[in-house]
């Protein structure tokens, strides 16, 4: 399983992103995905999380409303839409995945995921 985060960048307070996640060695019907980051001196945290059959949405409360996660099964990419950006968001993102049986639960934390991609810097600056 091969992951490949993209699409980060500085971005002024205000602003938008389009995170993408490009997978391989992936059978989307079966493998949870999700989005972390980690701020400097900070620990690596949930962001947003999706289901197999993305019946189910994990949204940390400090992106509700603001970021939106989607899943193109057919192209095996993940992406995280991130509007109205604050400096609080500034870190490396990293996309994540996990093997699901089902989709009855949504894995959002770090230590449920075993395949990782190398990471995008999202940097929020005036």
């Known amino acids: 399983v091969q992951l490949q985060a993209s699409g980060g960048g500085l971005v002024q307070p205000g602003g938008s992103l389009r995170l993408t996640c490009a997978t391989s060695?992936?059978?989307?019907?079966?493998?949870?995905t999700g989005w972390f980051r980690q701020a400097p001196g900070k620990e690596r945290e949930g962001v947003s999380c999706?289901?197999?059959?993305?019946?189910?949405?994990f949204y940390a409360d400090s992106v509700k409303g603001r970021f939106t996660i989607t899943r193109d099964n057919a192209k095996k990419t993940m992406y995280l839409q991130m509007n109205s950006l604050k400096p609080e968001d500034t870190a490396v993102y990293y996309c994540a995945a996990v093997f699901s049986a089902s989709g009855s639960y949504v894995y959002s934390k770090v230590s449920e995921y075993d395949n990782w991609g190398q990471g995008t810097q999202v940097t929020v600056s005036s």
């Open positions: 999706i289901t197999n059959d993305d019946g189910m949405i």
């Open positions: 060695g992936v059978t989307p019907d079966h493998y949870a």
